[in-house]
């Protein structure tokens, strides 16, 4: 069952061996060159599932890798809000902000850190979507994730994120 679609990939739901499982497949894109096509697919299919992997290796909140398909990743099933869709209560920003420094300590940048790709689950968030991550020492890579979820976000939870994301 299809639960999203983005410009790049569409999200569904499926049962693997009886567990919920999300699957999210990379589309064709067909404006392009086959080939070119055929390959940017392979590359970013196998980019996101390194840094969901890396990211969980870094001791950060996300899906769990399952499988990696030729364009399309397994992933464990989150049942939870979005941020955007809910009210940040408690330390919540805090955690969000420790969250993201030990990404960036660990050379990982979101390259979409906002509001929409954060799940909460029973007042812990778990970071969602690596479509757009890489592995980067660039302070200014992971300035944008910062500057990304200050939009997204807003100011006072801005300030509190930022607090925790430099202690």
């Not at 890798?65 to 009210?87: H, P, Q």
């Not at 960036?104 to 991550?133: C, K």
């Amino acid at each position: 069952m299809i639960i999203d679609e983005g410009a790049e990939a569409k999200i569904y739901e499926e049962r693997v061996f009886g567990e919920r499982v999300i699957v999210k497949f990379r589309l064709k894109k067909r404006y392009r060159e086959k080939a070119l096509a055929e390959s940017i697919r392979l590359s970013r299919t196998r980019i996101e599932a390194k840094m969901l992997y890396k990211a969980q290796l870094a001791g950060i909140d996300s899906p769990r890798l399952i499988a990696l398909g030729k364009y399309s990743i397994y992933m464990s099933y989150l049942k939870g809000k979005l941020l955007r869709d809910c009210k940040a209560t408690g330390a919540l920003p805090e955690r969000i902000g420790s969250m993201l420094a030990r990404m960036h300590n660990a050379d990982i940048s979101h390259g979409d850190f906002t509001t929409a790709n954060i799940m909460v689950i029973g007042g812990r968030p778990f970071v969602i979507d690596f479509g757009l991550a890489h592995m980067t020492k660039s302070i200014e890579d992971k300035a944008i994730d910062l500057l990304l979820i200050k939009r997204s976000a807003g100011s006072s939870f801005y300030k509190r994120l930022e607090l925790a994301y430099i202690s």
